[in-house]
């Protein structure tokens, strides 16, 4: 005699087949996609990622029921922080670069310094510094407040390489064309040097949001409850880990393969333009 099943383990069955199924569809679909980028099928390519996506999001909806529904809500966190991280970061990297072009006393050093500190530590321990440190100065932080700069240092780091280099590739030329019309140093970067740097730094830009976005899963670990902490918290409790990071990782799918295609896509119109 076979033992009986439940009707909650024939339901998690059923909607984990028919979850395989439509992640066999979307794996499909993503491999068309790939095949119509090689073969410059445009009308195939601008389809088929949304095709891919509906897929992913289909199995989400069949998966996701009623005790991860919590996991869904808690992508609205993940969202907000990778914005707020990316938003910030870009900021810092901004005045950062601006720094080190200008060549004031110190300020090349000082930011060099500083991306190797950000860029030389895993993230995970500028975490629990930016909770842990700030209360040895007698500062209460949360641990939303905590993330926020911690992603926002490191995110800072990577752009302000990302933008040097996109702003050293743009020839020598261009500076001394600039300089021969006695533009001063703010004129030539607004003017000449930004606009011609902004086309190369779009791309790997809108690639590193995606490093941002799974970043911010290693801020479960101070206790903010993003999509990973949801999901640890939703396995604790129902004591079914595959399902549950099998929905979180579908989620963090779905963030981040539209951003993927899109910088892939920037990247392509780029070299095209070239």
């Known amino acids: 005699m076979t033992a009986a099943t439940t009707p909650v383990e024939h339901g998690t069955a059923t909607t984990l087949r028919r979850g395989l199924l439509v992640l066999a569809g979307a794996g499909i679909a993503f491999t068309a996609l790939e095949l119509a980028a090689i073969h410059h099928w445009e009308t195939a390519a601008q389809l088929i990622p949304w095709v891919a996506l509906a897929g992913v999001t289909a199995t989400l909806v069949l998966i996701v029921a009623r005790p991860l529904r919590s996991t869904v809500l808690a992508a609205r966190w993940t969202v907000l922080l990778s914005l707020v991280a990316f938003i910030g970061g870009g900021l810092v990297g901004l005045l950062l670069l601006i720094a080190r072009m200008a060549k004031w006393p110190g300020a090349e050093r000082a930011v060099a310094g500083y991306v190797q500190l950000f860029q030389g530590t895993p993230l995970l321990m500028q975490l629990f510094l930016a909770y842990f440190g700030l209360a040895l100065f007698g500062i209460n932080t949360s641990a939303w407040v905590a993330a926020a700069i911690a992603l926002t240092l490191y995110t800072s780091a990577f752009l302000t390489e990302i933008w040097r280099g996109c702003v050293n590739a743009v020839p020598k ?85 539209p951003v993927s295609m899109i910088a892939r896509r920037l990247e392509r119109q780029m070299n095209r333009g070239r």
């Open 173 to 257: 030329g261009q500076w001394e064309a600039s300089a021969s019309l006695a533009l001063s140093f703010g004129e030539q970067l607004r003017w000449v040097i930004l606009p011609q740097a902004l086309k190369i730094a779009i791309p790997p830009t809108v690639g590193f949001l995606v490093q941002v976005i799974k970043g911010t899963a290693l801020a479960s670990v101070i206790g903010f409850v993003e999509l990973t902490k949801a999901g640890t918290m939703i396995s604790n409790a129902t004591f079914r880990p595959f399902m549950v990071y099998s929905c979180v990782a579908l989620l963090y799918f779905v963030l981040c393969f």
